[in-house]
């Protein structure tokens, strides 16, 4: 994982050298920052990190984080919705993953950070 992480940020560095911040026009810039909104609260980081070892159902999640349905749900919406998560159908339930591998470099550097 460590130096799957390195080498992602040696892409981001890259993107960063390549793209001006002045660049960005003013709507990427409230979208940028809705994003990261959405990982200021700690529910959903460990909904999230809870999806980086796969798929779950909500009762799955709720288990592991130790905490209620209608509180993960809630949650779960709102990842939903800024598509950091995906969902699938299979009979009654609804299982979720992490959208895509954007999903856990993000994480993973946030971490790494953290951690410096």
């Known amino acids: ?3 799957h992480v390195h080498a992602d940020n040696e892409i981001i560095e890259k993107t960063v050298e390549s793209a001006e911040i002045g660049m960005m026009d003013e709507d990427e810039l409230i979208d940028l920052a809705e994003l990261f909104k959405v990982f200021a609260d700690s529910t959903r ?3 999230l990190y809870d999806l980086f070892r796969g ?3 909500v009762t ?3 288990e592991d984080i130790a905490m ?3 509180a993960v749900s809630h949650q779960l919406k709102i990842l939903k919705a800024s598509k950091l998560v ?3 159908r299979q009979g009654k339930s609804m299982y979720y ?3 895509d591998d954007h999903v856990k470099t993000i994480i993973a550097m946030g971490k790494e950070h953290i951690e410096e």
């Open 86 to 88: 995906k969902a699938r």
């Open 45 to 47: 980081i460990k909904i």
């Open 1 to 3: 994982m460590h130096k």
């Open 55 to 57: 798929e779950k159902n």
């Open 97 to 99: 993953a992490l959208a």
């Open 60 to 62: 799955e999640i709720c």
């Open 68 to 70: 209620n349905q209608s």
